[in-house]
């Protein structure tokens, strides 16, 4: 029988216990006991699919894991200990020396320390494709192309990527697609279905939704996925049984909380778009987004985060930020707690202020992760800190 998302999120569970509890039981083990020596030899060879080692697998992580994979439509998924454990562990599986990624030109900050600093010294090469020029990224194809990687909407410009356009050039070459859903969520937005091959999140965020854990995520095509197990495996990435019984347990609310923070964030972004303060403000479901019949094609709605630009530039963010009572400073986002940051002196400070203007990150950006309180109380905090500047 096929279930509602909704279903899915709080109804895929570990099989119950000879204690048959109602809530899902925490595996907290480093290691796996077997009956006999042949129990414990099929499971290294693989001909049973007893865990062995909490590194390989672990009931509560695959728990999680299996409700990513139902959200997402894919066919199997591996869980990180982070959202940048799940991409550098993804990028590692598929590249080597000698071969080139193309990206989007606007990622998450540590993402494009990964593709400029490290990278190189393997001898990966890299380019950037700019957002809204999905049709000249084709120029940017090599021969030694092996995968496209994007964020939509990107991190921290809310640009939003035409995934169906990437996905016909993907497949035109025969290059691998992967997104980052990490601001959308399988909530509002599925890759699969606009053609990705893999998916990632860090779960961190929108996922977890309360800033207590960290954990990342991949899912796709089950053979691809194969191949990501065996490297992260080998290579120790895995997610902490103790923070996947926590992402489990969020899922259940993923639904209702980002309804939550998207009727927020979109409130806020209309009631700020056109302040005297303000040159900019950006969200996705906004008809003034460059991107809007785009985001509509893509996401059901827009999501919980939205930018805007303050006249005055850096001098006047400092300002603005310094003068929020109510709303946190932090370097996290997805909490049920609004948050302000301020991207060309934290997530994105590493950019030269060149590459910085290149992605949208202009001196006076703030980025806001917008939460679960009374809207009301938000926007009279962002009021009155737009009046300090």
Known sequence: MSYHFNTKAIRIQTPTTDEMEHSTPLFLTSSFRFDNAEDMSGAFNETNDHNIYTRFSNPTVQEFTDKMVALEGAEAGFSC??????????????????DHILSCASVFGSTHTLLTKYFPKWGIEYSYGNVGEEDKWEELIKPNTKMIYLETPTNPGLDIVDMEKVNKLAKKHNILFVVDNCFATPALQRPIEFGADLVIHSATKWIDGQGRVLGGVVVGKKEMIREIYLFCRNTGPSMSPFNAWVLTKSLETLDVRMQRHC????????????HPKLSMVKYPMLPSHPSYEIAKKQMSRGGG???????????????FMNSLKLLTLTSNLGDSRTIASHPASTTHSKLSAADQLAVGITPGLI??????????????????ALEQC
Do not use: P
């Open 263 to 274: 009727d927020n964030a979109e409130a806020l972004a209309k009631r700020l778009e056109g």
């Open 367 to 384: 980025r806001m992760s917008v939460g679960l309180e009374y809207v009301d109380d938000l926007a009279n905090d962002i009021l009155q």
């Open 81 to 98: 200990a982070s959202g940048m454990a799940a991409i550098f562990g993804t990028m590692m599986t598929f590249l080597q020396s000698g």
């Open 305 to 319: 985060l939205f930018t805007f630009e303050i006249k005055g530039g850096l001098e006047s963010g400092v300002k």
